[in-house]
């Protein structure tokens, strides 16, 4: 199995920065590189909602219409770490941040297609 770990979650005033890591581990075998990450979050309350994918490689993108322009999603294989700079944060950004992690080449926005999740990390936006 594959573990995740979420870390740089905090409290921001609205317009500020926050960027989260989520490191993995395990994979029984197999790299880090074999697998799509995604982002999601869930605010208290609300349904957990896409937020942001990537393809095994870091070669293509896909983000949520409501964060598209302000995050920015990247991974560095060699370290085993998956990445969300967020930028120009909004108070309806506060939410706990989710890692996850699918076998394959190819990112989704479902959460079903996703395999492994770690235990998230909370980022609070301050007006």
């Known amino acids: 199995q594959v573990q995740l770990q979420e870390s740089g979650g905090g409290l921001v005033q609205a317009g500020g920065s926050l960027r989260l890591s989520c490191a993995a581990s395990g994979a029984s075998g197999r790299t880090f590189s074999s697998y799509a990450m995604g982002w999601f979050r869930q605010a208290p309350g609300k349904e957990r909602e896409f937020v942001a994918a990537?393809?095994?490689?870091?070669?293509?993108?896909n983000y949520a219409d409501s964060v598209k322009g302000r995050f920015t999603i990247s991974r560095d294989n060699a370290k085993n770490t998956l990445y969300l700079q967020m930028n120009s944060l909004k108070p309806e950004d506060t939410a706990v941040y989710y890692c996850?992690?699918?076998?394959?080449?190819?990112?989704?926005?479902?959460?079903?297609?996703?395999?492994?999740w770690g235990q998230g990390t909370q980022a609070t936006v301050s007006s």
């Open positions: 996850a992690a699918r076998y394959g080449r190819l990112y989704s926005s479902l959460e079903k297609m996703y395999d492994y």
């Open positions: 990537i393809t095994s490689s870091g070669g293509s993108r």
